[in-house]
Structure formats: structure tokens, C-alpha cells
């Protein structure tokens, strides 16, 4: 085989490996646990905490207003 050809091969081969193997791993099977959901608690952890960190939690946004309420209340 000319080396062109095999070149070629070899990339087809190599995308055709990935595309299979990611359509295997993403599959959806269903309400049993894959291979993947380790992976995704963990991004969806992370997104959370990045929110929090952000944006502040919503108790101490709620705390820090019930002590300004007080305090214009109780001078």
C-alpha cells in the first residue's frame, strides 16, 4: 500500500474508533448506573459549588438581611 493510502486508513480508522467508543460509553442504559456517573456527579458538584462561591449561598443572603431588618427595626 502507498504510503498516502495508509496514512489515510490509519486516520480513519483512529476516528472511527473514537466515534464507536463514545457512542458506547454515552449510551443510555436506562436507571442502571454506567460507567459515566462518577464523571458527571463530579462536574455536577463542581458547577454547584462554583454557583455558591459566585453568587453566595441563599442562607446567608437570607441571614444578612434578617440582621439588617433587625437592626433598622432596633436602633
Known amino acids: 500500500m502507498n504510503p498516502q493510502a495508509d496514512k489515510i486508513v490509519r486516520r480513519i480508522t483512529m ?17 442502571e448506573p454506567n460507567v459515566l456517573d462518577p464523571v458527571k456527579n463530579t462536574i455536577l458538584s463542581a458547577q454547584s459549588s462554583l454557583k455558591e462561591f459566585i453568587i453566595g449561598s441563599r442562607k446567608e443572603h437570607q441571614g444578612s438581611s434578617r440582621t439588617s431588618n433587625n437592626a433598622k427595626e432596633h436602633p
Open 15 to 31: 476516528v472511527a474508533t473514537v466515534t464507536a467508543s463514545y457512542f458506547l460509553l454515552t449510551a443510555d442504559y436506562g436507571p
